[in-house]
């Protein structure tokens, strides 16, 4: 399907291309970048493959890419080619888990790390201090979320 649909955006570029005028809007390129991205086209929608990580775990120190402390269930891990950092981004599917402090999540993630293992459509969900974070949201190990960019933030990740 790929591939057709890049054969698809080919062909249409060589064909129309040279009858063309600078057109603001592009949907065959917003569709190959789309899948090629894992985003919907137009849209800060993204679908990303999510694995866990915590303080404590072999190279994870208490600061981030920004050099601000990492946040427990707020601070998530990107590629800064696909989510730039500062990004906010709502995951639906950490809506109602249980933070740290006893509070529900409301779903908020801050993109202010990245790792040497995140490429592409991945994601890193920071858990918190140790291995016994990771268990409420276990369920979301290697599962397929969808992330959508809500804002940008300056400084350092609220707590």
Known sequence: ?????????????ICIAPNAQAAANDPIGDLVSSIVSGALPGTGVFNV??????????????????????????TIAVDKTLIPRRTVLFIKETVGLKMPDGATH?????????GGAIKGQRIDLYTGHNAA????????????????????????PPK
């Open 1 to 13: 399907m790929r591939r057709r649909l890049a054969a698809l955006a080919l062909f249409s570029a």
């Open 133 to 156: 974070s990771m268990k409420t949201m276990q369920k979301l190990n290697l599962g397929t979320l969808t992330a959508v960019k809500v804002g940008q933030f300056t400084g350092c």
């Open 49 to 74: 493959k999510a694995t866990l990580y915590h303080a404590g775990a072999k190279g994870v120190g208490g600061l981030d890419s920004l050099g601000c402390r990492v946040v427990p269930m707020r």
């Open 106 to 114: 409301d779903g908020y993630w801050y993109a202010s790390d990245v």
